[in-house]
Every structure is written in structure tokens, then in C-alpha cells.
């Protein structure tokens, strides 16, 4: 019964936060981006598609050094009447801007599914292998946030990224960050695991994870970077050995990724070298206020911004949580964190807001940590309270945009105060109390049922007519 | 677990060495799937066939091009059908025409917005000037009008008016 209680209540409370998950994701996924509003979804599927077609992948690229660079009008899901703004799409091959990865999972799954042409490889198809992925990424994340603090916390970051607004829509895009993303994370529980037990497999299979993620994109250098800092981090170990881990590691991840050059060889190596090199050439379009933009805004594709509390935070749960003692624990995200802000800050490119992906879930699960301090310590209710009412706010702001409820505000303001009068008002109360805790416990309880149930609307306001308003 | 320098050594060595064979055989396998498999007509087909997913119409004033090739320049033509009361304004990149003449650009027009249809009874213009065949070439902004429906007559006073 214990056994039970203590890991099958959970485990299945986090099976039905997915399946939760997985229904927002599913909830009008085919319209919501527009189709076309990247291209690079398409452009992906269809790497994937001639790669099984024609053996050569054939996509679409603005850089130069390409042999062959052909202006295409491809109208899959109408674009050029809706989305595509008039310009033909640029294609060439054998494509080289990125590995080819997320490609051959939507371009396999549309063959799969009939898709033969480019025009076949429609958003309805392209972006369902793509919800699967990020479904997983929350049963992830839910897990190490298991090993890191606990089932609590697991339940409530869990809760968190399935829910979340902009993880919401962000996860049903084809770009390759939603690739990398769930392999980041099983990388960290692999070397979580490895660190445990010891063992060569635990260590070549977060080496082939890291290599794998790198397959999906360049940028997953930062999960090789991550488990580097990671490994020479723990002190317990003598330096001779965390140089061989560190070696291994670097082999076996770079090794994996080099199938990519491999293909390269097979197809065109000198297309590559120039498309590599026009690649590092890039133009730094994220900016040198890139840092202070990721903090302060939330981007969600090129140029519309999803405003969503959670992310914020993340970052200031991840100020505090870099200063606590917790053994180390705390490396296990603000490590990947700082590794990824570190090759985002680097590559620069253009402002995408799916290139921000990567730091969603840890942030988030930084946010569970922060909602759950109350659990671990009753005077930090009040941290907790605020967490919560910071995505609570933005929520209902968006949800009073569109539907003016007159209660609402009064609510609101009656309803902070009492919150966080309550939670200082601890400070002055005996933490042993039963009726105490039970009453915190049952507040923040509803507290955290309204913020879920307000990401939840939040969610389904986003219909056709309602994005066009999103900006 | 603590690792010794002769185990490591011998570790990556029996990776690399299978590896290196994998990625031998990787190489070979994916240069020949790319002979047996490529070729320009199948490219071709690729990326001009309209699915069987898109709705097709025979009305060629119902759908049209949103917006403005930008990135062509100065490359670009105008083709315009008027059907009455509606009508369908495309600026389309001319190097995507492939068959650079007024019938190339009606049929690519045709095909990227699904129309079904023929020209017949279809009175096409030239930069406003009757032109003598589809055949004709097509220049950088030069502008295609077709009008279903209208007399010569009535076209030129619609010119009049714009």
C-alpha cells in the first residue's frame, strides 16, 4: 500500500497530466500557428520526404553556396493565399543548413501516411509526430524533477508545461528545438543515473542521446557542453576519471553527430563545407539586448510574442534557486540553462521564438519548484503565492480582453490581498499546527487549481480569429 | 565508479572500430540509395504536383497570390484575371515561371491556385496591349490581364477607368 501511495499515485497522476497535455496540444493543432507562418515546417517534412524519395535531401535554404537554388511556389495548405507573404520558397539540395533529424521523422511519418509529393505534407500530418514528442518531453521533465526535489514538485512542473500557454502552442511546431528538446532532458537522466550507478551503458546512452539530439540541431552542442560541466563538477570523483568520462562522452556524442558528415560525403562534401561556413556567417539577428528580450518577453514565432508568466518565473526561481544548497541538485538545471543561453547567445540567427524551446521545460520546472516551497517550508508561502499569481494575472488580463467579467477584477484585488496577508501572517503561526498546514495546503491547492484551470482557458482561447490579434 | 586510463583506452577503441565500420557501410549504403533513387523528373514531380489534399476550382477569380515577391527584385510580373465582379491580382516571382511566356505564366498561376479550368473565351493583354499568342515572352514587370466575359470594347473602357 505504501509502494503504492508512493509511486504509483503519482506516476499515474503525471500519465493523466500528459494525456492532459497531449489534448491541449491536439486541440486545434492544424490551425493554431497558421500553417505557413514558418515555413520551416514544411521545409523540414519535406528534407525527410526526398531523403526517402529521391535519397538527397531537398528543403528549403536562404544561404548561399548551394549549386542549385530553385524559386518554387509550393502552396501545401494554401500558404501563398493565407501566410507566405508573396515570396516563392528558395530550394535546393542536397540541403545542408541543419541535420536532417526532424526532418526524417515528419517527412518519414508523412510518407507513412501517404504524403508522396511536397504539396501532400500538410500541417494536419506534419505536426502530430511533433505533439508525441513534446507530450513526452512533459513526462521528462516530470521525471527529473522527480530526481531532483521530488514527486511534489514533479506533479506541479508537470502540471506546469502541460498546461502552459506557450508550451502549449510552441510544442506543436516542427522545428527541430522540439526534437532536441526531450533528448536534453533524458540526457540529464542518464547522466543523473550514471552518477548513481556508474556503468559503461548508463554512460553510452547519454553520449548517443546527446549525439542524437545534435542530429536534430547544431545548437544541442550545449547538451554535450551541459554534461561536460556536469561530470568535471562532481568533485566526489578523482580528475584521471572525470577526464575519461568527459573523453568518452565527447567520442561517442561527436561520433553519432558525425553521421551527419558521413551523409555529407555520400552526397555533396563540398556543397557542405560552403553551406556550413555561409552558416556561421549568419546575421546576429537576436541583438545584444538578446538576453534581456528572453527574460522579459515571451516570442512565440517570428514576430507574434504569447504572453505567458511562467517562463518569468522560472527566472527568478532560477536566481534563487543557483544560491541554495540543495547537493548539487540545482546544477542539474540551471547547468543546461547556462549551456544553452550560452550556444543561443553565440549562434545569434534570427529572433525565433522556437529557438527558446530548449530553456521552456527546465524554466518550468524551476516554477514547480518555486510553487511547491510552501510543502518544504511554511514561511515560504508566500513565494509560493506569488509564483502562482504572477501566470494567474496574465491569464485573467487576457481572459478580461475578450470577456469582461465585472466581478473579475474586485475578485482579483480582494483576493491577492487576503493570499498574501495570509502567507506573511505565517511567519507569525506555529508551522506544526495541523489545522495550519492543512488549511496552507488547501488554499494553495485551489490557488493552483485556478492558475491551471486559467492556462487551460487561456488555451482554448485561441482560435483562428483570436491569433490574428496576438502580437 | 572510477575509471582506469587502460579501460578507457580500450573502450573507445572497440567503439571507434565499430564505428568506423558502420560508417563505412553508412556511406555506401546512402550513396547508392541516392543513385537508385534520384532524378529530376521525379524532383520535378515532387514539387509541382498539387496534392490531392488542395480543393480544386473551376473559377480563376477565386483564389489569389497574397502579397508581394520582395525578394525578386525587380524579376517579377503581374497577372491579373478579371471575371466580372471578381478578380484574382497575382504578383508572382518570375523566376519561378519556368516557361517564361504569357501561356507559362497563366498555366504555373493556374496551378498554384488550383484552377481546373481552360482558357478558351479567355481575352488576355500584354502590358495593356493585345499580344498574339501564349507564346508570346515575358518580360520583368510586364502585366498580364485576362478577362472572361468582357468585350474588347468593354475592356478598353475598363482600362479608362483604372
Known amino acids: 500500500m505504501k509502494l503504492f501511495k508512493r509511486i504509483a499515485l503519482p506516476v499515474l497522476a503525471v500519465i493523466l497530466i500528459m494525456a492532459l497535455g497531449y489534448k491541449l496540444r491536439l486541440s486545434g493543432f492544424n490551425s493554431i500557428p497558421f500553417p505557413g507562418e514558418s515555413l520551416d515546417e514544411y521545409s523540414n517534412a519535406w528534407v525527410g520526404l526526398s531523403m526517402i524519395r529521391l535519397g538527397v535531401p531537398v528543403g528549403m535554404s536562404g544561404l548561399p553556396g548551394y549549386p542549385v537554388q530553385d524559386s518554387r511556389y509550393i502552396n501545401v495548405d494554401r500558404v501563398f493565399q493565407t501566410t507566405a507573404n508573396g515570396n516563392t520558397m528558395q530550394m535546393s539540395y542536397p540541403w545542408f543548413d541543419h541535420p536532417p533529424m526532424m526532418g526524417l521523422i515528419t517527412g518519414g511519418f508523412s510518407y507513412f501516411k501517404g504524403a508522396r509529393v511536397f504539396e501532400d505534407t500538410t500541417a494536419v500530418t506534419i505536426r502530430k509526430p511533433v505533439i508525441l514528442m513534446s507530450t513526452l518531453t512533459i513526462g521528462l521533465a516530470a521525471y527529473l524533477a522527480y530526481l531532483l526535489f521530488g514527486w511534489e514538485t514533479a506533479i506541479a512542473a508537470a502540471t506546469i508545461i502541460a498546461t502552459s500557454p506557450l508550451m502549449v502552442i510552441n510544442s506543436r511546431m516542427v522545428q527541430a528545438e522540439n526534437g532536441l528538446t526531450p533528448l536534453f532532458l533524458l540526457s540529464l537522466i542518464l547522466l543523473w543515473w550514471y552518477e548513481k550507478k556508474g556503468g559503461y551503458t548508463f554512460l553510452t546512452l547519454l553520449s548517443m542521446t546527446i549525439g542524437l539530439a545534435m542530429l536534430f540541431k547544431l545548437s544541442a552542442v550545449a547538451l554535450l557542453f551541459c554534461a561536460l560541466a556536469l561530470i568535471f563538477a562532481n568533485v566526489k570523483k578523482n580528475s584521471a576519471t572525470r577526464w575519461q568520462e568527459g573523453l568518452i562522452v565527447s567520442v561517442i556524442a561527436l561520433s553519432v553527430f558525425g553521421i551527419f558528415v558521413i551523409s555529407a ?44 508568466g511562467w517562463p518569468l518565473t522560472g527566472w527568478l526561481g532560477l536566481a534563487i534557486l543557483t544560491r541554495m544548497d540543495l547537493r548539487n541538485k540545482a546544477w542539474y538545471l540551471w547547468l543546461p540553462i547556462f549551456s544553452y543561453l550560452a550556444v543561443y547567445l553565440f549562434f545569434g540567427s534570427e529572433p525565433f521564438g522556437w529557438y527558446r524551446i530548449p530553456f521552456l521545460p527546465f524554466l518550468l520546472i524551476v516554477s514547480g519548484w518555486l510553487t511547491t516551497a510552501f510543502i518544504r517550508n511554511m514561511h515560504l508561502t508566500a513565494v509560493s503565492v506569488v509564483t502562482l499569481l504572477i501566470p494567474l494575472g496574465i491569464n485573467l488580463e487576457k481572459y478580461f480582453d475578450v470577456h469582461k467579467l465585472i466581478w473579475l477584477i474586485p475578485a482579483w484585488r480582494l483576493s491577492c490581498l487576503a493570499l498574501i496577508i495570509g502567507a506573511l501572517s505565517l511567519l507569525m503561526t506555529d508551522q506544526a499546527n495541523p489545522k495550519v498546514k492543512w488549511a496552507v495546503y488547501a488554499t494553495m491547492f485551489v490557488l493552483f487549481s485556478l492558475v491551471i484551470y486559467s492556462n487551460i482557458l487561456r488555451a482554448g482561447m485561441f482560435t483562428v480569429d483570436y491569433w490574428y490579434k496576438v502580437n | 565508479m572510477e575509471l582506469s586510463w587502460e579501460e578507457t583506452r580500450k573502450f573507445i577503441s572497440k567503439y571507434l572500430l565499430i564505428y568506423f565500420g558502420l560508417a563505412l557501410v553508412l556511406f555506401f549504403v546512402l550513396r547508392w540509395y541516392k543513385t537508385a533513387n534520384f532524378s529530376q523528373d521525379t524532383l520535378e514531380t515532387m514539387l509541382t504536383t498539387v496534392s490531392v489534399l488542395r480543393d480544386k476550382t473551376d473559377d480563376p477569380c477565386k483564389y489569389a497570390i497574397l502579397g508581394e515577391p520582395t525578394t525578386a527584385q525587380a524579376n517579377y510580373v503581374k497577372v491579373n484575371i478579371y471575371c466580372g465582379r471578381t478578380k484574382s491580382l497575382n504578383s508572382m516571382d518570375l523566376r519561378a515561371i519556368k516557361e517564361k511566356t504569357v501561356g507559362g505564366a497563366l498555366t504555373e498561376l493556374a496551378r498554384i491556385n488550383g484552377y481546373t479550368g481552360n482558357r478558351n473565351n479567355w481575352i488576355c493583354k500584354l502590358n495593356r496591349k493585345p499580344f498574339v499568342s501564349f507564346e508570346e515572352k515575358l518580360e520583368s514587370k510586364a502585366t498580364v490581364d485576362c478577362f472572361l466575359g468582357l468585350s474588347e470594347k468593354e475592356i478598353a473602357k475598363y482600362y479608362e477607368t483604372i
Open chain 1, 265 to 308: 560525403l555520400a552526397w555533396d562534401f563540398s556543397t557542405f563545407v560552403k553551406v556550413f561556413l555561409a552558416n556561421s556567417g549568419r546575421a546576429y539577428g537576436i541583438g545584444l539586448s538578446a538576453l534581456f528580450d528572453l527574460i522579459t518577453n515571451t516570442k512565440i514565432t517570428a514576430v507574434k510574442f504569447l504572453t505567458d
